[in-house]
Nanobody, 117 residues
Framework: QVQLVESGGGLVQPGGSLRLSCAAS????????VTWYRQAPGRQREFLAT???????NYARSVKGRFTISRDNIKNTGYLQMNSLKPEDTAVYSC???????????WGRGTQVTVSS
């Protein structure tokens, strides 16, 4: 059974940092592309960052320079380091793992990030 479990969310003050984790099981994690998204209330899901199996990264303009995506294939875990957080970063953050030859795109349930003073 495939599982992606996000953790690391919480309440943080503006300007603070959080590191989110996405722990995967049931898939050969190292050959999957990992992508982070977020969704704020009343808004569409937003792409944040992606990292391929080869380590190539890409970021949304809104988070480039503040967020860093990474992965540890030994631990089967993806990460999203978030710095200089702003109130508008408040959302549920979810990770996705997919691969062109897997018909299923795998999602976690998400973790809440709230940026507020």
């Amino acid at each position: 059974q495939v599982q992606l479990v996000e953790s690391g969310g919480g309440l943080v003050q503006p300007g603070g940092s959080l590191r989110l984790s996405c722990a995967a099981s049931g898939i050969p994690f190292m050959i999957y592309t990992v992508t982070w998204y977020r969704q704020a209330p009343g808004r569409q899901r937003e792409f944040l960052a992606t990292i391929t199996s080869g380590g190539r990264t890409n970021y949304a303009r809104s988070v480039k320079g503040r967020f860093t995506i990474s992965r540890d294939n030994i631990k089967n875990t993806g990460y999203l380091q978030m710095n200089s957080l702003k109130p508008e970063d408040t959302a549920v953050y979810s990770c996705n793992a997919d691969r062109s030859d897997d018909p299923i795109s795998h999602w976690g349930r998400g973790t809440q990030v709230t940026v507020s003073s």
